[in-house]
């Protein structure tokens, strides 16, 4: 019969296009194969257009051959199109995976993503601070030298500036420019910007230039508690270190302050609290004392007040803070702080959904 010729033609054609979809490499190739599917001299559409012709007692069965001979073919073209762009993503991938640098990002798209450990640290962090009536501030991580130092009494020649501690961007006749040695330099924002009282906490990412090692990493985050009100004494400060200790690792961790140094807080303080691991017997990790070092404190030094404008006869205000990371750290049990910039997925996967 004359049409059983024509459709084992049509079979054949689409046979052999179905054949290339499944081969296809590029956008390219892609539109030619398209143009071939839609020639109008294809022996599929010939097929069609002769369906007129054809004994009517056929015309069903030949009629639902030809349906199932272009289903074919248009989802063998979709299969492709789907192919093409998947490798083009993978492609793109590829070449952008280098240019943004090592440190930041070295994930590819590979299942349901999850929040960083640091991120859910400082999330819970700021929650905590919020309900003790805190407000959340934040500033640049690219700072003048008068802001991230001067400002908070670290005099020019503090060794605190030196270039092997810090990252300045630019040394101007005036004024440098520097990526941030800690998230102080909010604090003065905040103070130059807002009259007291300030119950402020500041979290965000700073730079030393530290050899990364178990303990260390040059980029890594912090945060700060502010406040600056009438008659606030160091009775305050350790009362609010305290609500904070228990409020985030449980009433069984204690805080205490030890004497210490900072330019921009007097007194200051150094804060310890009960070790995580040993509970405050003794373990290896407290080397013996029950106690781990978290943060620095102490009184706004009047000459921060000073700088900023405010009236230190009026005033007075506690800070204190401390390194999220170094917390994720210890609550997550990590023996070794570089892998938190790695962004090696099987060890963040292992904290995904706690929050
Ligand atoms: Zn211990």
Redesign the pocket.
């Known amino acids: 019969m004359e049409t059983g010729g024509g459709l084992n033609e049509a079979k054949r054609w689409v046979e052999e296009l179905v054949g290339r979809a499944a081969r296809v490499a590029s956008g390219a190739e892609l539109s030619k194969l398209r143009e071939a599917a839609g020639d109008r001299g294809s022996p599929l559409s010939s097929l069609y257009r002769s369906m007129k012709a054809i004994d009517p007692a056929l015309r069903p069965e030949v009629g639902r051959q030809l349906q199932e001979l272009r289903s074919q073919l248009d989802s063998a073209l979709e299969a492709a199109s789907a192919a093409v762009l998947a490798q083009e993503v993978e492609a793109t991938l590829e070449a952008e995976r280098d240019d943004v640098g090592g440190y930041l990002c070295r994930s590819r798209y590979e299942g349901i993503g999850s929040l960083h450990l640091i991120t859910m640290t400082r999330m819970e962090l700021e929650d905590i601070f919020v309900a003790l009536g805190y407000a959340v501030t934040e500033g640049p991580e690219v700072e003048s030298e008068w802001n991230n130092f001067e400002a908070l009494n670290i005099p020019k020649f503090h060794p605190a500036r030196a270039s092997q501690d810090s990252f300045f961007l630019d040394f101007g006749d005036e004024e440098s420019t520097l990526l941030r040695t800690h998230t102080s330099p909010v604090q003065i924002r905040l103070m130059q910007a807002q009259k007291p009282p300030i119950y402020a906490i500041a979290p965000g990412r700073v730079y030393r230039r530290d050899t990364p090692d178990a303990r260390h990493t040059p980029a890594f985050h912090q945060i700060e508690a502010l406040v600056v009100d009438e008659g606030i004494s160091f009775a305050n400060l350790k009362a609010t270190i305290e609500s904070f200790t228990s409020a985030y690792f449980g009433p069984s961790i204690k805080a205490r302050l030890r004497p210490a140094y900072f330019p921009f807080t007097e007194p200051s303080a150094e804060f310890e609290i009960t070790?995580t691991?040993?509970?405050?017997?003794?373990?290896?990790?407290?080397s013996?004392?029950?106690w781990?070092e978290l943060g620095g404190s102490g009184m706004v030094h009047p000459k921060v007040f000073e700088a900023v404008g405010i009236d230190p006869e009026v005033y007075s205000g506690f800070a204190f803070g401390f390194g999220i990371d170094r917390l994720a750290q210890m609550r997550a049990g990590l023996p070794d702080m570089r892998v938190l910039p790695e962004n090696d997925l099987r060890i963040l996967a292992q904290f995904r959904g706690r929050r």
Do not use: P
């Not at 691991?277 to 407290?286: L, Q």
């Open positions: 070790c691991i040993c509970g405050g017997s003794g373990c290896r990790t407290c013996g004392t029950g781990i």
